[in-house]
């Protein structure tokens, strides 16, 4: 964790993407990580956005989680200015339900890569568990959190049931 700050900074590029985004903030927040939750839309803010990126290695993030709709450049654009690992998020679109969004963070040009996930609350889960397994490499009590995570997930698909057929 760094210094007293934040460790893992989740962006999104409107505060229609929360309800994607807050899956990861609740698992950044099972674990204990020091995180940041805000909106820096790539094209209504580009300043912010560039800001954002060249000040988050000095800041001591770990990981920046980026969550956009549509032509979701934010990803790759925070990408292109730190060398912060960024992971990407597809948002579901209105129009083409969010396989727009994973291609436009999946389809990034060689020499800049954004780790991209599923479209939706899972990738957005995922993310943040990839963060958190990131930041367990060099944090032993956290990575016997994730393994206990991992257990806790195990025993429930174990305990799974079914109904009669109908
Ligand atoms: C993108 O445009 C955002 O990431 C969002 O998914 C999409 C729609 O934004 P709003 O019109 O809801 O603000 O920038």
Known sequence: MSAGGVTVGVV??????????????AILQDFG????AKVV??????????AYAEAAA?????????????????????????????????????????????HSIVQMPKGIPVATFAIGAAGAANAALFAVAMLATGDADLR???????????????????????
């Open 58 to 102: 000095g800041r001591g993030l770990k990981a920046i989680i980026a969550g956009a709709g549509g032509a979701a450049h934010l990803p790759g654009m925070l990408a292109a200015k730190t060398t912060v690992p960024v992971l990407g998020v597809p948002v579901a679109s209105r129009h083409l339900q969010g396989v727009d969004s994973l």
């Open 12 to 25: 999104m590029g409107s505060s229609s993407d929360w309800d994607t985004l807050q899956n990861a903030v």
């Open 41 to 50: 839309s790539a094209h209504r803010m580009p300043d912010d956005m560039f």
């Open 33 to 36: 990580i020091a995180h940041e």
């Open 144 to 166: 016997a959190r994730l393994e206990a995570f991992r257990t806790r997930q195990t025993e429930a698909a174990r305990a799974m049931t079914l109904p009669p057929p109908r």
